[in-house]
């Protein structure tokens, strides 16, 4: 009895020891419950069979603890029913009473990391600025067919750009002759360079030396709105008085040397040229130079002159206007001699037309003034579209004397030159020019013009002292030249180019007998032949009429009131032979005919002469 009480008291002991371990898991269990278990019963819902997993086999010792938790779960259950229903429905007196075991403790689920790393690259789409400018330009409605642009010529694959040219020769006469040229490249926006020149030869008669020698530099640098230019350039040529009557030899003879000597330099600006409407244009230049001769003469000019236009539509308005001022001094005088003009004008210009409205106001100032108003007017029509223009033309103007001018054109002038100027008073000309075929182009003049004081060169002989010089003289009164010219071009291809130009004068002078050395009949044309890409031939053709000087010429016993210059014909030709790209080999031959020319009188050309050498390019 002893020891059935004792195991009583040890089974009693495991039950509450088992309880107190399983009852708070049965109450987590109910807590989350969403709904009692009674009402579950009462919708009858059968509920799905749970999928089982194999059992893994038991120990003892879970054996046992299994067997214990089931009588204590029979026991739980009992003490649950004690506070409601019994097995046969009727209500108990009893309460419901919950014991708690032990504090609720939730239990949350381990976090899950995201593991996604930030898209650091930016996908965002450019949007970029939407700009909207209208097009400010005339609708033109003309259907005619435009001509088309010419194309340019593109470049040759297997040529050499080159900068820099040197030639040099050698040849009959004692001829030397050398050129070089310098340039920084192709650079649109700078263009800058230099250049020399010599030439020189000795002819058969005693003293007959020339030389001409010239160095010069230039510049152009373009921007988006102007062009600046300017070049510097130094002449200085020399020669001998070495003519005489070579019928009537002097005993003696002043063959001095004479030297021109020319400093000469130049700049403008200008507006870059566009093809718009309404466009305002302007330039302005400023030029000049210093001119001294062996006699001491002297001459500065100094020309500021610029122009100013605006375009409204075909109708074009502006103002060109220069500032001449000269000093002149030789042994007999030092004067001023300037001019000021002012030339306003008006433009109408179509397809088919174009005027020119103006007038040219000149005052001249210093030693002598006057003032003048000339017209200034130029009309051309076109008769054949794209062929053939008709124009006509009335101007006027005042022509400064220049003793470096007279020079340039006769070396042989004595000291102090009568200096005075002569006025064009009206001239007038109309003509034709056109194309009549692709690259045949031409040009014909017919013309009158009035001139006040006409400046002729004669000769100022004294054979008997050996004085051998020139002068200048004024036909003070209005003489009248008429004429016609003609101008031709006709560039057959690209490797031949035949061009002209010939001079028919009629003077009808005013107070001398005639005009003194002044040609009425002058021809002058050119060719260019290029066989291949290494040899090309050119060749030059002069022929100038007969001119009269008032030199009394004595012939025996007989003397000639006026000394007659006859005709002559100068053809001259050369050849270039390119043996490199960078190397070339050149022949030239002077007055082929190898006529006893004289442009002055007594004062006779160089003869048959020929001269050659090579040039260098790098």
Do not use: C
Request: aromatic share 12%.
């Amino acid at each position: 009895m002893r020891q059935a009480m004792k195991f009583k008291y040890i089974y009693t002991l495991l039950t509450l020891i088992i309880a107190l371990y399983f009852v708070p898991a049965n109450a987590q269990t109910k807590h989350k419950a969403k709904k009692p278990a009674a009402k579950a019963a009462v919708k009858k819902a059968a509920p799905k069979p749970a999928v089982k997993k194999p059992a893994k086999p038991l120990t003892a010792q879970q054996k046992t603890a299994k067997g214990l938790g089931d009588a204590v779960a029979k026991a739980a259950a009992d003490t649950t029913k004690k506070g409601g229903k019994n097995d046969s429905g009727i209500s108990g007196n009893l309460s419901e009473e919950i014991v708690v075991t032990t504090a609720y403790k939730p239990v949350l689920a381990d976090a899950v990391k995201i593991r996604r790393n930030p898209d650091l690259e930016d996908k965002t789409p450019f949007k970029a600025p939407l700009v909207y400018i209208p097009i400010d330009k005339r609708l033109e409605l003309n259907t005619s067919i435009k001509p088309l642009e010419a194309m340019k010529r593109p470049a040759e694959q297997d040529s050499v750009p080159t900068n820099n040219y040197v030639k040099v020769g050698l040849g009959s006469l004692k001829t030397t002759y050398g050129e070089a040229y310098f340039a920084n490249g192709r650079d649109e926006a700078l263009q800058i360079g230099g250049y020399l020149k010599h030439f020189a030869q000795n002819g058969t008669l005693d003293k007959q030396n020339s030389a001409k020698e010239e160095v010069g530099v230039f510049g152009k640098s373009t921007g988006e709105l102007n062009n600046i230019s300017g070049r510097i350039t130094y002449n200085y040529n020399s020669n001998y008085f070495y003519g005489y009557d070579q019928l009537n030899p002097p005993t003696i003879l002043q063959v001095d040397k004479q030297h021109f000597s020319t400093l000469a330099a130049e700049g403008e600006l200008a507006k870059n040229y566009k093809d718009v409407d309404n466009d305002f244009t302007y330039a302005l230049k400023l030029k000049g130079y210093t001119f001294s001769n062996a006699y001491q003469a002297k001459e500065s000019n100094v020309v500021l002159s610029g122009f100013l236009n605006q375009t409204i539509n075909q109708f074009y308005a502006g103002l060109a206007a220069s500032l001449d001022l000269t000093t002149q001094k030789d042994s007999l005088y030092d004067h001023n001699n300037s001019l000021v003009r002012l030339n306003p004008y008006i433009k109408f210009q179509g397809d088919n037309y174009k005027i020119d409205a103006g007038v040219n106001i000149v005052d001249q100032f210093g030693y002598k003034s006057a003032f003048y108003i000339f017209p200034a007017a130029r009309a051309e029509l076109q008769v054949i579209p794209k062929y053939v223009r008709l124009f006509v033309e009335a101007k006027g103007d005042v022509n400064r004397s220049s003793i470096h001018d007279f020079s340039m054109i006769n070396p042989y002038l004595g000291q102090n030159i009568d200096l005075a100027n002569s006025v064009d008073q009206l001239d007038i000309a109309a003509g034709i020019k056109g194309t009549i075929a692709p690259g045949f182009g031409f040009k014909a003049t017919i013309f009158r013009n009035e001139v006040k004081n006409m400046p002729l060169f004669v000769s100022d002989f004294n054979f008997t002292t050996g004085y051998n010089r020139f002068k200048v003289i004024y036909d003070p009164g209005r003489s009248r030249v008429s004429g016609l010219t003609g101008e031709l071009d006709y560039k057959f291809s690209e490797d031949v180019d035949i061009f002209g130009r010939v001079e028919f004068k009629d003077y009808q002078m005013a107070t001398v007998d005639e005009p003194w050395n002044l040609p009425k009949f002058k021809l002058t044309a050119g060719t260019v032949f290029r066989i291949d890409n290494k040899i090309s031939v050119s060749g030059t053709l002069l022929i100038r009429g007969s001119t009269m000087d008032p030199y009394q010429v004595q012939t025996g016993a007989t003397t000639f009131t006026n000394a007659s210059i006859a005709s002559f014909a100068d053809l001259s030709a050369g050849v270039d032979y390119k043996a490199t790209n960078r190397l070339s080999v050149f022949v030239h031959v002077n007055n082929i005919l190898n006529a006893g020319s004289q442009t002055w009188l007594f004062y006779p050309e160089y003869g048959f002469n020929i001269f050659g050498g090579v040039g260098y390019s790098f």
